[in-house]
């Protein structure tokens, strides 16, 4: 993660104090949301050149500095704040988050392990303190980190992606399974549902699929039928409705619908119809020409080479290169 990703994300840490703070705090908070990081820059440094021991100034220019990706520069200032203000757990936290920018690794965590001893809620400091131990594979002890955060909030992604991160770390794979899905259940595309579907994957489900389309990587939760039948399962239609969005947004692209049935392939090709037309039928925008099908009476083989899987029933989609 970057650290402008980091500085959007927890954009509006201290925010709750800025009715405290004065001027100082407001206009620091407006540069933060309004991200208008470089005005915030030169404001904040005339305002440390005017009082050198105004801590939330030096805070104010080391959040502005790590915002633009210039993590040298902001830890001298996010230091002198911490100096002035030893005790203000946003400073010592946005403090580790600038030594892990700059590869002190160390000093991140005693950073976050002090903003904790000031403010054992620090939800971000909880986190981030997760990240650390989970780089450091002290898998337990992120666990351990991940699960405070999710009592606060149980829909926290990256606790609920990590969280399956560390049950891997410490082998406990059908945990680790269970913590994927969850994921997935709550966020279903992005970077971290690619990488959380092939964890799955490698754990022999394939109840999830990364296929991709055009030139994007997209994750899909896999076409599921009634038993021995072509009726698409209603709980399995959104991986059909995203495609069909896609293909409307790009009217040249042409996917290639293929499924796989054992010993029968008369199943498998009623099954590629019956996609095939639940997609032109939700969305009629889509051009039947976009939908080429296959089908096949055997089983799809998946995985590596060193370790596949044969998969009876299934669906793969397929980028047409024309």
């Not at 965590?109 to 650390?132: C, E, F, V, W």
């Amino acid at each position: 993660m970057s650290i402008s990703n980091i500085v959007s994300r927890v954009a509006l840490i201290g925010i709750f104090v800025v009715m405290v703070a004065g001027c100082t705090g407001v206009k620091g908070q407006y540069y933060l949301g309004m991200e208008k990081y470089s005005q915030g820059q030169k404001d904040f440094e005339q305002a440390v050149a005017e009082n050198p021991n105004d801590a939330m100034s030096h805070y104010f220019l080391g959040r502005m500095l790590l915002a633009q990706d210039k993590p040298e520069a902001a830890l001298k200032h996010l230091k002198k704040a911490v100096a002035l203000e030893p005790n203000d757990d946003d400073y010592q936290f946005w403090l580790g988050i600038n030594y892990w920018s700059v590869m002190d690794y160390k000093n991140e965590r005693k950073a976050y392990l002090r903003a904790l001893q000031l403010n054992p809620d620090s939800t971000y400091a909880h986190l981030y303190l997760g990240h650390n131990y989970l780089d450091k594979r002290e898998w337990q002890k992120a666990y351990d980190q991940y699960q405070i955060v999710l009592r606060k909030d149980e829909y926290d992604p990256e606790a609920l992606f990590n969280t399956a991160s560390a049950l891997h770390g410490m082998k406990r794979y059908k945990r680790e399974h269970k913590a994927l899905l969850r994921y997935l259940k709550y966020y279903p595309d992005g970077h971290l549902a690619l990488n959380a579907v092939a964890s799955l994957n490698k754990l022999g489900d394939y109840s999830w699929r990364n296929f991709y389309i055009g030139k994007r990587k997209v994750s899909f939760e896999t076409v599921k039928f009634e038993k021995e039948t072509a009726e698409i399962k209603t709980e399995t239609t959104a991986s059909l409705k995203l495609l069909g969005a896609m293909l409307k947004n790009a009217p040249n692209l042409s996917v290639n619908v293929v499924v796989y049935v054992k010993g029968n392939k008369s199943l498998a090709k009623s099954r590629a119809v019956a996609i095939k037309n639940y997609i032109t039928g939700y969305v009629p925008d889509v051009e039947r020409n976009q939908l080429p099908i296959s089908w096949f009476g055997q089983s799809e083989i998946v995985g590596s080479s060193n370790k596949t899987q044969n998969l009876p029933e299934s669906v793969r989609f397929i980028t047409k290169v024309n």
